[in-house]
């Protein structure tokens, strides 16, 4: 299958901009799975945030300095030399917008070349170079959010959410926003406080996952505060639903039900 061959942990090495020199200023994880994929990219230099605090701890004129991470998450449409990006969720959402591009091996370095929009309406050039992360197994696992239950109420409420794992490698996207289909994010500073801390309501992890031990730890996060801390296990239910239960200091807050992509069933129960 043509989408498999792109399976695996993609660490951008470098991005260039039309004639410009190749640079990285962000760490940025590409992890694919199959046809699915999740995308997360962290600033190099992004603010200092306290030990014990979240970003819902942070007064407005702090919190925008965290809104400069990316990520997002969807499947592929692709071919041996093509990849287009379809993001069922994103951090910052831009309808209409095309996320795709030539590809090419080099060596074992995976080499896009592609166009951008710029605010004018004009494209521009970029090319960015992709480097292979090692993976202990070829085991795998796609979830994707199917309903969010509230605790109080026990209503299910709009979300959407991806889990994809690829041996010790995990990324986890969760956007409880409800924003509409035809919603654009402004640029953050332009936004209000209740505005940018619906924005900031957003979860996007990496981490590595303890297969004997069944336990995911968060290594890098849109919320420093969450660096470190367990991501709640999804516990495998009858055919492909998950279920992941969410406690605090005060006990249960809510449960995730998921749905299970990959492995695909007929192909996981032969």
Known sequence: MTKGRYTGLWR?????????????TAVVLWLQVDAYFADLRIPFERAFLPAGQSLADLPIRRLRDFAGFSAFAGSIEATADWIRWNRTIDFRPRPGQLD???????????????EFARPDGSTGMYKEIWVPQPCASPDVLVLELSEPVDSASRAIRPAKGMLVRLAQHFTHIYDPRGYPPDFEAPDPQDLSEPELRRLLDFQADY??????????????????GRVGEWLPAPIRQANQTWLQTLTGPE????????????????RAER
């Open 12 to 24: 951008r090495e470098t991005i260039q901009i039309e004639g410009g020199e190749p640079h990285e």
């Open 100 to 114: 795709q591009g030539r590809v090419h091996r080099e060596d074992s370095h995976l080499i896009e070349i592609g």
């Open 207 to 224: 981490g590595c996952y303890e297969a004997g031990s069944e336990r995911w730890q968060i290594l890098l996060s849109s919320d420093p």
């Open 251 to 266: 006990g249960f807050i809510g449960e995730r039900r998921w749905l299970q992509l990959e492995p695909a069933v007929e």
